[in-house]
C-alpha cells in the first residue's frame, strides 16, 4: 500500500506532486532507501543515488476482482496515466517511451541492474516508462532532471499504481545482457 490509497485520481494534484518532485533534493550517493507515512508507514517515496521514485496514485485494491470489472479497473488506469502523460506533453512536448523488457528479463535471471532500474525491479514497477527530459525543475541548484511515470501492479489482486521516477541523469533502457 502507498500513502496515494483511498484517493481519487486527481490530475491537478498529480502534477503539482510531480512539479514538487522535481524540486525535490536528490541524493547523489547511497542505497534505495523507502520511506513511509509515519502513522501508517504506507509507502511515500524512495530515495537512491541520483533519483526519486514516487507514488501518485493507486486504485482499489483488486481482490474478487474479475472479468469486465477488473477490465475496467484497468481502463480507469490506464485512462488516469493518459491524462497526466498528455498534460505533461503539453507542458515539455512529446515523452519517448523507455520499455521495461530488458529490466524485467534481467530481474527474472538475475543478471544485476543499475538504479534506477534495480528500484523498480524491487518494488515492482515494470510498466513502461513515459520518459521528458531533461525538463524544468524549479530552483536552483536542482540541476537537470529526467521525468518517468508508468502505470504498475505487482500481481492480479494488488492495486494499480502510478509512480513518478526523477532522475539527475537520463533515463535510458539497460543493454540486454
Known amino acids: 500500500m502507498t500513502a496515494r490509497a483511498d484517493e481519487p485520481?486527481?490530475?491537478?494534484?498529480?502534477?503539482?506532486?510531480?512539479?514538487?518532485?522535481?524540486?525535490?533534493?536528490?541524493?547523489?550517493?547511497g542505497p534505495a532507501?523507502?520511506?513511509?507515512?509515519?502513522?501508517?508507514?504506507?509507502?511515500?517515496?524512495?530515495?537512491?543515488?541520483?533519483f526519486l521514485l514516487l507514488?501518485?496514485?493507486?486504485?482499489?485494491?483488486?481482490?474478487?476482482v474479475y472479468g469486465p470489472e477488473w477490465n475496467d479497473a484497468e481502463a480507469?488506469?490506464?485512462?488516469?496515466?493518459t491524462a497526466l502523460v498528455t498534460e505533461l506533453d503539453r507542458r515539455?512536448?512529446?515523452?519517448?517511451?523507455?520499455?521495461?523488457?530488458v529490466p524485467l528479463h534481467r530481474s527474472q535471471t538475475g543478471d544485476p541492474?543499475?538504479?534506477?532500474?534495480?528500484?523498480?525491479?524491487?518494488?515492482?514497477?515494470?510498466?513502461?516508462?513515459?520518459?521528458?527530459?531533461p525538463v524544468p525543475s524549479g530552483a536552483p541548484p536542482a540541476g537537470p532532471r529526467w521525468l518517468a511515470l508508468?502505470?504498475?501492479?505487482?500481481?492480479?489482486?494488488a492495486p494499480m499504481i502510478i509512480t513518478a521516477l526523477v532522475s539527475i541523469r537520463p533515463i535510458t533502457e539497460p543493454a540486454d545482457t
Open 55 to 64: 507514488p501518485l496514485w493507486e486504485s482499489e485494491a483488486l481482490t474478487g
Open 150 to 157: 508508468s502505470l504498475n501492479q505487482s500481481d492480479g489482486d
Open 113 to 133: 541492474l543499475p538504479e534506477p532500474f534495480h528500484t523498480l525491479a524491487a518494488t515492482d514497477c515494470y510498466g513502461d516508462l513515459a520518459v521528458w527530459g
Open 92 to 101: 515539455w512536448g512529446p515523452h519517448r517511451t523507455v520499455s521495461m523488457r
Open 33 to 50: 532507501l523507502s520511506e513511509g507515512e509515519p502513522a501508517t508507514g504506507e509507502w511515500t517515496v524512495t530515495r537512491g543515488e541520483g
Open 9 to 29: 485520481f486527481d490530475l491537478t494534484r498529480a502534477t503539482s506532486d510531480v512539479e514538487a518532485a522535481l524540486s525535490a533534493p536528490v541524493p547523489t550517493t
Open 76 to 81: 480507469a488506469a490506464e485512462a488516469h496515466l
